[in-house]
């Protein structure tokens, strides 16, 4: 990371993005609670307690939602991306305001139970077959563990410590929790729902997120069929017109084997490197080149173009290539080198 560009600090994008989050969600627990006795019907009883469960649980369920479509937003729309550089906080509060919701049910429904709140509330429901239903419970405390889990090891600390792959291996368990939440409402409150405007969140909320992630995956699916063609020169592989690429940005090709190859332009130096981020794998040809380092779009990790190289103190190392201009036209040598490999960039006129 270059000493302007502070991705894993407290820069002041990520406090402005901290703060809309928390606002954003006093806001709207202040708002459901206050309209929520205003709305209610004078002919039933609905204390604080009860609304305040249905506050958190909505809220939990909303930021859920958002958590899981800013991933395709961000590969359908560039402009999307740095809602992605704290999406982790995102999570955190989302399991923070699902915990809320999980203590009001203890508070209101088993208080005074003469067995332990959570074996009553584990054990209040009938098993299944036993009666119309699904016992729901059991699918919120599970997703609410995930949650938990999820967010304890949201920290690079453990990232580092399970190595990238594992550890998005483990997240990608939000979609499970994802479901788990749904089914939860389904087969709960909704059960005893008059009002649609719970069906129309939660069907709407899962309508949104499988289509925006169909979308992107048939955006992925049409780019990563594309394969370079050779050159005349083999194992040379036609990238384009060597000024095609903007300025500042990359642009990503993929070999007949092996993953995708991001090649970026700084000024009239052009340089390709691996499109795996050495942090999480992100995908550093969607990226930007800031103070002339090649900077991820997922959280801000950057490398040299010359060397692939994490600028110091950092350590973090890509593989390069070879890249050569013929013409107008810019060749690519599929082969990568040993991460760390200087590469003189090809420089354009």
């Known amino acids: 990371m270059s000493a302007r560009h502070q991705p894993v600090s407290w820069t002041r994008a990520k406090k402005v993005y901290d703060l809309v989050l928390v606002a954003g969600v006093l806001l709207y627990l202040s708002a459901f609670l206050d309209i929520g006795q205003r ?20 809220c939990a ?8 479509c800013i991933g395709p937003l961000a590969r359908l729309d560039r402009r999307f991306l740095p809602l992605l550089y704290n999406r982790r ?33 584990l054990s209040s429901e009938p098993a299944i077959g036993a009666a119309p239903g699904l016992p729901f419970v059991p699918m919120g405390v599970a997703a609410l563990l995930i949650l938990f889990v999820l967010a304890a090891t949201s920290h690079d600390f453990w990232l580092g410590f399970l190595t990238p792959a594992v ?17 939860h409402v389904a087969f709960g409150q909704l059960q005893s729902a008059t009002n649609p405007a719970l069906a129309l969140l939660v069907g709407g909320g899962a309508a949104l997120v499988l ?12 780019e990563d069929s594309a394969i370079a063609a050779a050159a005349s020169e083999p194992p040379w592989l036609l990238v384009g017109a060597a000024d095609a690429i903007p300025d500042g940005r990359g642009m990503t090709i993929r070999p007949p084997q092996g993953d995708k190859i991001a090649i970026f332009r700084d000024g009239n130096r052009v340089s390709a490197v691996t499109n795996l981020c050495a942090h999480q794998n992100g995908p550093l040809g969607e990226g930007l080149v800031v103070d002339g ?5 997922w959280h801000g990790f950057q490398y040299r173009l010359e060397d692939g ?4 103190p950092f350590t973090e190392k890509l593989a390069t290539y070879n890249l050569r201009r013929v013409g107008d036209a810019l060749w690519l040598d599929p082969r990568p080198n040993p ?11």
């Open 39 to 58: 709305l209610r019907d004078p002919a039933t009883v609905l204390d604080a307690q009860s609304l305040a469960m249905k506050a958190y649980g909505s």
């Open 61 to 68: 369920f909303i930021l859920l939602t958002i958590a899981l």
């Open 89 to 121: 906080h995102l999570g955190v509060v989302t399991f923070l305001v699902a915990l809320s919701h999980a203590l009001e049910v203890l508070g209101w429904h088993f208080d005074f139970s003469p067995t332990p709140r959570l074996v009553a509330m």
């Open 167 to 183: 550890w998005k291996w483990l997240h990608m368990a939000i979609y499970p929790a994802y479901a788990l939440v749904v089914a």
């Open 211 to 222: 289509g925006l992630h169909v979308a992107a995956g048939v955006k992925t699916w049409r």
């Open 293 to 297: 380092c090649i900077t991820c779009p």
């Open 309 to 312: 190289c994490a600028p110091p």
């Open 339 to 349: 991460p760390g490999t200087p590469v003189a960039p090809v420089i354009l006129p």
